[in-house]
C-alpha cells in the first residue's frame, strides 16, 4: 500500500506564497517521478511541475520564474514553492508520483489534492 499525503493549501493574496508538500509512503521501492498537477472547474488537469529521479525538472510555463519543485529522496518527499501567485493559480493540486512497489509493480498514484486558493 502506497499513500502520498498533500499538505500546505489554503487561502493567500495574489502577489502571495504558498509552500505545498507531499509525502509519499508505504511499500516503496523507488519514485522515478513526482510532480503537481492543478485541476480548476470547468477545466482539464494539467501539469505544473515534475522531478525525476535524475533530478530534471519540468515546469508550465505559466509558472515558470514563479513555482520551484524540490525533492527530498531520503523521505520520499517533494514540495511546490508558489511565489508571486495570482488569481489563476487557484484550483486544487494534486500530488503524483510514478514509483515502483516493493513487489516490483509500476504505478502512479495521485494524492487527495489540496485547495489553493488566490484572492485578488
Known amino acids: 500500500q502506497v499513500q502520498l499525503v498533500e499538505s500546505g493549501g489554503g487561502l493567500v493574496q495574489a502577489g502571495g506564497s504558498l509552500r505545498l508538500s507531499c509525502a509519499a509512503s508505504?511499500?516503496?521501492?523507488?519514485?522515478?517521478?513526482m510532480g503537481w498537477y492543478r485541476q480548476a472547474p470547468g477545466k482539464q488537469r494539467e501539469l505544473v511541475a515534475l522531478t525525476t529521479s535524475g533530478g530534471s525538472t519540468n515546469y508550465a510555463d505559466s509558472v515558470k520564474g514563479r513555482f520551484t519543485i524540490s525533492r527530498d529522496n531520503a523521505n520520499n518527499t517533494v514540495s511546490l514553492q508558489m511565489n508571486s501567485l495570482e488569481p489563476e493559480d487557484t484550483a486544487i493540486y494534486y500530488c503524483k508520483a510514478d514509483l515502483i512497489t516493493t513487489s516490483k509493480l509500476f504505478i502512479r498514484y495521485w494524492g487527495q489534492g489540496t485547495q489553493v486558493t488566490v484572492s485578488s
Open positions: 508505504g511499500s516503496i521501492f523507488s519514485i522515478n517521478v
